[in-house]
C-alpha cells in the first residue's frame, strides 16, 4: 500500500521555465510534508516543507502548494535551471506517528535542459 | 556546522556476512532514522532513534538492527546478508524527530555478491 505517490517518473523543461512537479497521498492523518533533490549516490537534500496548516510555503525559486481537500501536493520550480536536474521526492509524516518516520514517493526525474 | 556523517562509503559483502554501518548526526541533533533505498523499492523506513531507544520500525525483518549511543550517533547491524540487501543505506539526523525536517548524510553503499 503506497501511501505516498509521484506517478510522474519523469519530467522535462526547458531551462527558464516553470517545473511543476506533483505528489499525492492517501493517509488522511499526515500533516507535514517535505521535498527533497537526490542527486545519484548522494543522500537526498532537504528543499522546502509545509505544514498541514497552511496551503503554501514560498523559498525563492521553489514554491510548494498543498491541497488538503484533494490529499495532493505539488512543487513549482520558477525558474528552471539545468542544474535542478535530478530526482525529486516528496515525503510525509503523521504527527499522531510522534517520530521521525517519512514515507516517501517514488520520485520524479526533472530534466531542465539548456 | 558539519553535516550528517556515514561511514563506510561503499561496502562489499558476501552472502550470509553481516554489516555495522555507522552514522554521526548534526551536532545537536538526537533523532537519527535510517532509511533503505533501491531501484526497486524505493526509499523506505528502517527504523529511528531518539535518545537511545528506539522509537518507531518499519516493516523489514529482524536481522535490521540497530542502536544509538549517549552521544546520538548510531549504527545499524544486517546480519546473514542477503543479495537483496544490497541499497544505498542513508541515514538522516533531526533535533526531535517529530514533524521536523530531516537532514540526510551521503549515504553507505552496499553491495552483496
Known amino acids: 500500500d503506497q501511501q505516498v505517490k509521484q506517478n510522474s517518473p519523469s519530467l522535462s523543461v526547458q531551462e527558464g521555465r516553470i517545473s511543476i512537479l506533483n505528489c499525492d497521498y492517501t493517509n488522511s492523518m499526515f500533516d507535514y510534508f517535505l521535498w527533497y533533490k537526490k542527486y545519484p549516490a548522494e543522500g537526498p537534500t532537504f528543499l522546502i516543507s509545509?505544514?498541514?496548516?497552511?496551503d503554501k510555503n514560498e523559498d525563492g525559486r521553489f514554491t510548494v502548494f498543498l491541497n488538503k481537500s484533494a490529499k495532493h501536493l505539488s512543487l513549482h520550480i520558477v525558474p528552471s535551471q539545468p542544474g535542478d536536474s535530478a530526482v525529486y521526492f516528496c515525503a510525509a509524516s503523521a504527527r499522531s506517528s510522534n517520530t521521525g518516520k517519512l514515507i516517501f514517493g517514488q520520485g520524479t526525474t526533472l530534466q531542465v535542459k539548456p | 556546522k558539519a553535516g550528517v556523517t556515514q561511514t563506510p562509503r561503499y561496502l562489499i559483502k558476501t552472502r550470509g556476512q553481516q554489516v555495522t554501518l555507522s552514522c554521526s548526526p548534526i551536532s545537536g541533533h538526537r533523532s537519527v532514522s535510517w532509511y533503505q533505498q533501491t531501484p526497486g523499492q524505493g526509499l523506505q523506513f528502517l527504523f529511528e532513534?531518539?535518545?537511545?531507544?528506539?522509537?518507531n520500525k518499519g516493516n523489514f525483518p529482524g536481522r535490521f538492527s540497530g542502536r544509538q549511543f549517549s552521544n546520538s550517533r548510531s549504527e545499524m547491524n544486517v546480519s546473514t546478508l542477503e543479495l537483496g540487501d544490497s541499497a544505498l543505506y542513508l541515514c538522516a539526523s533531526s533535533f526531535s524527530g517529530d514533524q521536523e525536517t530531516q537532514y540526510f548524510g551521503p549515504g553507505t553503499r552496499l553491495l552483496v555478491l
Open positions: 509545509i505544514s498541514s496548516i497552511k
Open positions: 532513534y531518539f535518545s537511545e531507544t528506539q522509537r
